[in-house]
Every structure is written in structure tokens, then in C-alpha cells.
């Protein structure tokens, strides 16, 4: 029987995606766990496994289209009926010896790993995703065990098996710097996939969500003396607390008191509809080297402030080292989107699609500001400006919001308290 492979929905809101890679031919037969094509949206790149064993009769769909979410890009068949056979490539001794590119871990598009064997030579049934990740966590897949079809090795099973070793703490890499494109003066030049969905969608956001905008100052002199402070004991182990921790915390601590500023507006449903959440969760942008990304950190409103540090830490490095799924991106209302290592005093951001409001962060400033008696006195200031949606929230609600995160940065001592 002849099967039609349709774009898969990857997350509730994925409208549709990118089919960035195919890893199988025409006439190619496959197993079930193994990665058929590489679809990309705006968020990540996720590896599609074939549910069944099969054949590839042929693809629809070339590699670089965006697919709405349900359309055919292929047919296959259970039993290889409708099938030619693959050509077999000729071999010649120059491609012998061509050495195999090292993949880049993370890519999508990277050339997989060969299959690995135990020591007696059986094959170790691995994912190409599962391989990449095992070699950049330095993990043995002989020592496995894998939760797919016929035993086959995840990438969660890597990742299991690396947490269950102990690993010496990594020393402080410098952030990732983007590439310099040298591009000749008026040469036009072709956006990638990824850049041509992340323009569309927030050219859309920008244009159908009503944005207003609050901006304002936090005084945070006692805020940076408790980080200092708290950062002091370099020998406790625990994870440092930067001032994007205080900041998601505050924002947490905001959202815990006005449950209301964790609503979005839901435009599938006839006419719009106002959907609660109710979860706690914040968005988080993170820049990495494939770009800004903003996955959600789950609970963030009922977290203790180490315990959030050590979760944000974590988001952030399996963000820059390409590891997120599409349920890291879904759920949270507010994202923050702390741009201070930058200097900039406010920044006015773009609300994330599917969300109702967007904290932008800006640098400490040291600014003299006069005293009761007029005098003038040093302040540490932070820049804030908060973009919310306002089908959902008036100017009031949304400055209530801002003045609640304002009065946690303020009086900091207050985020070391249990939500």
C-alpha cells in the first residue's frame, strides 16, 4: 500500500515549518527510528524518525520549502510496492579516501556520524542526532541503554546517561560572537530559511498585535551588592546568580500577585479568544549561534531563586549548544529579553508570537539624581520598557505589572524569600 508522508506538527502552535533536509532517497528503504527529513521552524530544527519500517517512493516536496503544517511532501510504501531501486553509487578509490567532515554539533544539516559497533562488532542502533550529541558529551554508547524502537539510542538516553556521571564544571567559554558576512556594497543576497521565518512572523506579530509600550527605572545599588554578595562564596558549588536571574525572578514574583498578565490572546479560535495560563512559566531570550531564541522556563513564578539560577543556567547552555526541543518554546505569556552586556540604555521590543507582553533590559547606568533636600546623589539605575498587547491588558494593568517587578528589584532581599 502507497502512504503519503504529510509535514508532521511539531507543537501546538506550529502552523507550519521548514523541510530544511531530506536524509532519505527515492527508492531508499528505511527502518522505524530511523531520520527521514529535518524540519526547521523559526524556533529549532527537529530530526522526524519513521514510525514503521518502509520504502521512499518519492518526495514532493523539495528540501528548502516551507510546508504548511498536514500537506503531503511524500509517498512510501510499507512493502516497497511502487518502488525503483536505488542506484548503488559508484566507489572510486579518490572517494575512498576522502576523509568525513566533523559534523558541527547542533546543525541540522550536518553530515552524520558512521554507525558505531560494540567490541564483538554489533551495530549500536543510534540516531544521527543521538551520535552528534554523544561525541560532543564525550559519552560511550556501548554503556547506553536506548528507549526507541529495538533498543535504539535518543538523544534523551544520551543525555540521561551523561547527568548520571559526575562531570567536572566546565570552565567560562566567552559568548558566542555571530559571524562576519562580508558582503560587496549593493549585492542582494538570499535570507536563510530560518531568517526568512523569523522575519515573517514578527513582521506579523508587529503588525497584528496592538503593541503600547511602559518605560521606567528600577534603582538597583542594592540589587547588584546582593548579587555581589551572594556570588561571593566561590567554594558552595552553586550556580552564580546573574542579573538576568534577579530580573526573571522579580518578574516571577510579579506574575504570582497578577495572575492576569499570564493570559494571551488566542486568534484561532472564532473572533479571538482570551485564553488563561496560569502556570507561571517566562519566556527567556537567549542569543546563540544560530541566533535569538526565547525558550520558556517552566514554573518560573513558584521557583526559589537558586533553584530558578540553576534551571536558566541550563536552558541557556542546551539553547547554545543546539539541544531544545519545540516543547521548550511552548506555554508563557511574558518573555524577558535582558540586553545589558550590550550597552543600551532601553530597549523597545517585539512581543514573541503566541505571547501578550515582553520585558526588554537594558544597562546599569550611574546617574546623579537630587535628594529630598535637592542635593544631588549617585543611583544605580536599570532601564525597563514593557511591551504588552493591548487587546489584553490598559495602560494601568500593565504599569501595576511593571511597578510590581520595579518594587522587587528595589527591595531584593524579598526574592530570597519561598514564593
Same mark, same amino acid.
Given at each position: 500500500m502507497v502512504r503519503e508522508l504529510v509535514m508532521p506538527k511539531l507543537g501546538l502552535t506550529m502552523t507550519e515549518g521548514v523541510l530544511a533536509e531530506w536524509r532519505v532517497s527515492p527508492g531508499q528503504p528505511f527502518r522505524s527510528g530511523d531520520v527521514l527529513l529535518v524540519v526547521e521552524t523559526d524556533k529549532i530544527? =527537529? &530530526?522526524?524518525e519513521a514510525d514503521s519500517d518502509g520504502v521512499l517512493i518519492e518526495t514532493t516536496i523539495p528540501a528548502g520549502e516551507t510546508v504548511a503544517v498536514g500537506t503531503p511532501i511524500a509517498r512510501w510504501s510499507a512493502d516497497g510496492a511502487g518502488a525503483a531501486p536505488a542506484p548503488e553509487p559508484a566507489e572510486t578509490p579518490a572517494a575512498k579516501a576522502a576523509p568525513i567532515p566533523a559534523p558541527t554539533p547542533g546543525?541540522?544539516?550536518?553530515? +552524520?556520524? /558512521?554507525? +558505531?559497533?560494540?567490541?564483538?562488532? &554489533?551495530?549500536?542502533? =543510534?540516531?544521527?542526532?543521538a551520535r552528534r550529541r554523544a561525541e560532543g558529551l564525550g559519552v560511550d554508547l556501548a554503556a547506553v541503554t536506548g528507549s526507541g524502537p529495538r533498543g535504539r539510542i535518543k538523544v534523551a538516553d544520551v543525555e540521561a546517561a551523561a547527568q548520571t556521571r559526575p562531570t567536572p564544571q566546565p570552565a567560562p567559554q566567552p559568548e558566542p560572537q555571530a559571524p562576519k558576512i562580508e558582503t560587496p556594497a549593493g549585492e542582494r543576497s538570499k535570507?536563510?530559511?530560518?531568517?526568512?521565518? #523569523?522575519? $515573517? $512572523?514578527?513582521?506579523?506579530?508587529?503588525?497584528? #498585535? +496592538?503593541?503600547?509600550?511602559?518605560?521606567? &527605572?528600577a534603582e538597583v545599588t542594592e540589587l547588584a551588592a546582593l548579587r555581589d554578595r551572594l556570588n561571593a562564596d566561590t567554594e558552595s558549588g552553586l550556580q552564580r546568580i546573574?542579573?538576568?536571574?534577579?530580573?526573571?525572578?522579580?518578574?516571577? $514574583?510579579?506574575?504570582a500577585v497578577m495572575p492576569e498578565m499570564d493570559r494571551v490572546w488566542d486568534d484561532e479560535a472564532p473572533g479571538g479568544a482570551i485564553l488563561a495560563l496560569g502556570r507561571g512559566d517566562i519566556g527567556m531570550?537567549?542569543?546563540? /549561534?544560530r541566533g535569538l531564541v526565547a525558550p520558556v522556563l517552566r514554573g518560573a513564578a513558584a521557583l526559589p531563586l537558586d533553584r530558578l539560577a540553576e534551571e536558566a543556567a541550563a536552558l541557556t547552555r542546551r539553547a547554545r549548544d543546539g539541544r531544545l526541543t519545540e516543547e521548550d518554546f511552548q506555554g508563557g505569556a511574558v518573555t524577558v529579553s535582558n540586553a545589558g552586556m550590550h550597552n543600551v540604555t532601553y530597549m523597545t521590543s517585539i512581543i514573541n508570537p503566541g505571547q501578550s507582553s515582553i520585558l526588554g533590559v537594558g544597562s546599569v547606568r550611574s546617574v546623579f539624581r537630587p535628594d529630598a533636600a535637592g542635593a544631588p546623589v549617585l543611583k544605580r539605575e536599570l532601564g525597563l520598557v514593557l511591551s504588552a498587547d493591548h487587546r489584553l491588558f490598559d495602560g494601568v494593568t500593565a504599569l501595576a505589572f511593571l511597578n510590581r517587578i520595579i518594587a522587587g528589584l528595589e527591595r531584593p532581599f524579598r526574592l530570597l524569600r519561598a514564593p
Open positions: 530544527a =527537529s &530530526e522526524v546543525a541540522a544539516n550536518a553530515r +552524520p556520524l /558512521p554507525a +558505531p559497533v560494540r567490541s564483538n562488532g &554489533e551495530r549500536i542502533l =543510534s540516531t544521527p542526532l535570507p536563510t530559511t530560518l531568517q526568512a521565518t #523569523v522575519a $515573517r $512572523r514578527l513582521t506579523a506579530a508587529k503588525r497584528d #498585535v +496592538p503593541h503600547f509600550y511602559l518605560a521606567a &527605572e546573574s542579573m538576568t536571574h534577579l530580573v526573571l525572578a522579580a518578574v516571577g $514574583r510579579a506574575l531570550a537567549v542569543d546563540t /549561534p
